[in-house]
């Protein structure tokens, strides 16, 4: 088994990775936290401007004065008024002008009297801009005053610089950090919470080691599962044939000892003929067929004797072998012709092509990539736990240089990995 390199803790790297994820959350949500405000504070200056240059342009008095035509008159009698909206509105600026665009009001009194700087539109209608003036960039609207005939009498625009619109946002800025903060501050309490809880069952183990530890459990669990099953069957048949000489029956009992030996041999023969067998993974064999057996199911094996040594360690061997056979006999149970062949051969570039199938009743297309996923099953519960299986398989086998595909129907997994003497030179 491949030995990871020493590090932090997986507990730890769950918890750094999950402090990050909160950090950079909770810079995203800062960012649209700040930007929704800078757009609802400038929309707020624009309905303001609005509104309040509409009021002015249809209030009586503004009317009347523009209407006479006296300008110097107007400007005296508008001038103080202009000056208290923009007290009471919270505007930087009302401007009120002839029909020419001339300013009769201002915050600036010298600037009576000269153009507004803005766009004067061509026909009466409200206009809602940016632009630089006399007090700097500012959001302002302007609105036509129109006597009672609709003739254009003169206009209103009023404004609020982007330097107050800033200013506003500034003010709401700590609202925005404090849930952001408050973000950082759940995400890095989940954190704790999952490194507590990774500690719990991983300790402080590296991942590496922490899924050669998972390697390790499941071959002895798969390996133990095999032998069990070898060590029962050969129990039953010597109890029947132990039974049949005390009955004096010792044709029968020969045959029963000569067929379990033919069966025996047969496998062993298949297992051993390998140049580069290895003995776990033959003892692995042997167990599984035993296990099919004792499931009533038909057990098919197919080694090919030039297959190349495999790159894998045997307690990975075995973990990858184990649980996809464990898989397919699962599956191949809830059929009526049940069968389970399992084939190793030497692939197209000298690497290794390992297919366990079966005759169960198959993967959907759309659950095909999700079966690899940690805690992903379709079945229930069990003593040993379910949903770790295929993802530990993947998992050993893309680490070794290889890869595990399925197709079917039949059901196929095909383990494809490269030969152990490739994949030292490469190294």
């Known amino acids: 088994m491949a030995h990871a390199s020493p590090g932090r803790s997986a507990a730890s790297r769950v918890f750094a990775a999950l402090v990050v994820t909160a950090v950079v959350v909770g810079a995203l949500v800062a960012l649209f936290l700040v930007v929704e405000a800078q757009r ?60 020419e665009g001339l300013r009769l009001t201002h915050p600036d009194p010298t600037q009576i009297g000269a153009p507004y700087l803005g766009t004067v539109p061509s026909t009466p209608r409200v206009l809602t801009e940016e632009f630089r003036g006399t007090l700097g960039p500012s959001v302002r609207t302007i609105v036509p005053v129109v006597d009672d005939d609709g003739t254009l009498v003169g206009w209103v625009a009023t404004g609020v610089t982007t330097e107050t619109i800033s200013e506003t946002l500034v003010r709401r800025l700590p609202l925005s950090l ?6 950082v501050l759940l995400g890095v309490g989940g954190a ?46 010597m109890h029947a044939a132990v039974a049949l000489l005390e009955l004096d029956r010792r044709d029968e009992a020969i045959e029963i000892l ?22 776990a993974v033959g003892a692995l064999m042997l167990g599984k067929a035993a296990q099919a057996r004792e499931r009533g199911i038909d057990w098919r094996m197919d080694i ?53 199938a079966d005759s169960g009743p198959g993967i959907p297309v759309d659950q095909r990539e999700r079966i690899f996923a940690q805690g992903y099953t379709t079945k229930p519960a069990g003593p040993h736990g379910r949903g770790i299986g295929l993802a530990l398989v ?20 095909r383990v494809t990995l490269p030969s152990a003497s490739s994949r030292g030179s490469r190294s």
């Open 304 to 356: 090919a004797p030039d297959t190349p040594r495999t790159p894998l360690a045997p307690v990975d061997a075995v973990a990858v072998l184990g649980n996809l056979v464990d898989n397919a006999m699962d599956a191949a149970a809830e059929s009526a012709d049940r069968w389970v062949r399992v084939s190793l051969r030497r692939g197209d570039h000298g690497g290794i092509v390992l297919e366990v």
């Open 192 to 237: 704790l919470l999952a490194r507590r809880v990774t500690r719990r069952f991983a300790g402080d183990l590296p991942p590496g080691e922490l899924r050669d530890a998972v390697s390790s459990y499941e071959s002895v669990r798969t390996l133990g599962e095999a032998l069990r099953a070898q060590t029962h069957e050969h129990g039953n048949r």
């Open 258 to 279: 000569t067929q379990t030996s033919r069966q025996s041999q047969s496998l062993v023969d298949q297992v051993t003929a390998r140049q580069h067998g290895d003995p």
């Open 178 to 183: 404090a849930i952001t903060a408050g973000l």
């Open 40 to 99: 609802a504070v400038r929309s707020e200056a624009e309905r303001l401007t609005a509104a309040t240059a509409a009021a002015l342009a249809s209030a009586p008095d503004v009317v009347a004065l523009l209407t006479r035509g006296d300008t110097a008159s107007a400007s005296a009698s508008l001038e103080p008024y202009a000056l208290e909206v923009i007290d009471r509105a919270g505007l930087d600026f009302v401007t009120i002008m002839t029909p």
């Open 394 to 413: 993947r998992s050993v086998v893309r680490e070794a240089g290889g890869d595990v595909t399925v197709a079917g129907p039949p059901t196929v997994f």
